[in-house]
């Protein structure tokens, strides 16, 4: 009998998602993950998004394995093992998305849903990803905007959210539809929780948008915080992070020789420190709301 996965095993998840396309979900993920692996976490990427955009920012469009997302859905549907590329970067695997994970859709509303492991779609990815959960540090889930079947899949088994949003109208739009997912989604996730906002292509003179980007999250239907970093609008290093994409030491040479330390509400979540003391020196932080 195939058992439900546990909290502990998922408990460095993060959902990158918003409801809405060109919101900075890949750009995020992409980077974040690079920049994580190049610090010594172990980190995977998730791409559950139907474009696939997450391979032409870290390089393996075309490398055995891409394959549109259709090993994803084979492991949805028959519970075999998540297919990993590995080696994207030092430290970090990822798993392809695209075309094929529209099937998912499809097999949600089909009378099989109920037969798969973990009682449904969204079971069965959690279960098949807790499987692999231990080997990493961080998991990055890029989400797809405008399918709620595969937001669900990435809310079902996350631990925590970030939102990145844009200010413009269609920003707010994504917004608002990510709260009830996720109040869905904590019938079966309870600990799902927010880490936080994140202004995308923002303008560092904008000091009233980030007023209204405040007042704005409460329209989320939770307290939301919005981060103090933002990324700023830059034309120029949009069209440079694809091109050195497919060259892993041109794109890992821009990022700074370590991270910040991680928040004290991560300790002893890494593999290495799971079930034991841990002596990593981290700062003292709130946990996310």
């Known amino acids: 009998m195939t058992t439900a996965p546990t909290a502990d095993a998922l408990a460095r998840v993060i959902a990158v998602v918003n409801g809405k396309g060109g919101a900075g979900k890949t750009s995020i993920t992409a980077n974040v993950a690079g920049q994580l692996a190049h ?19 870290l390089g393996y469009i075309g490398r055995d394995g891409d394959d549109g997302g259709k090993s994803l859905v084979d492991s949805v549907y028959s519970a075999t093992p998540l297919a990993l590329i590995t080696g994207v970067r030092d430290g970090l695997d990822v798993i392809a ?11 949600s509303f089909s009378a099989m849903a109920a037969d798969l492991p973990g009682g449904g ?14 080997g990493y540090d961080i998991i990055l ?9 595969l937001q669900d899949i990435a809310l079902a088994c996350a631990r925590y959210i970030l939102i990145p949003t844009k200010s413009d109208a269609g ?5 608002r539809g990510v709260g009830p ?46 981060l ?15 091109p050195c994409a497919t060259d892993a030491a041109a794109t890992t040479l821009r990022y700074p020789r370590r991270c910040p330390a991680q928040p004290t509400t991560w300790r002893g979540t890494t593999s290495s420190c799971r079930g034991k003391s841990c002596n990593a020196s981290t700062p003292t932080s709130k946990p996310p709301p």
């Open 228 to 242: 103090e970093a933002y990324i700023r609008h830059s034309e120029t290093a949009a069209h440079d992070c694809r």
């Open 181 to 226: 997912r996720v109040k869905k989604a904590r019938d079966t996730n309870p600990q799902l929780t927010y880490l936080g906002a994140v202004l995308f292509a923002h303008s560092v003179s904008a000091k009233r948008v980030l007023r209204n980007t405040r007042y704005r999250l409460a329209e989320v239907g939770d307290r939301v915080p919005l």
């Open 97 to 107: 998305g695209g075309r094929h994970l529209e099937l998912l859709t499809g097999l």
């Open 39 to 57: 610090s010594g976490y172990r980190v995977l990427a998730i791409d559950l998004d139907l474009s696939g955009n997450l391979g032409l920012d």
């Open 121 to 134: 779609v969204t079971g069965s990815f959690a279960l098949q990803l807790t499987e692999i959960a231990d």
């Open 171 to 175: 920003g707010w739009d994504g917004l």
């Open 141 to 149: 889930l890029d989400c797809a905007p405008g399918n709620p079947v």
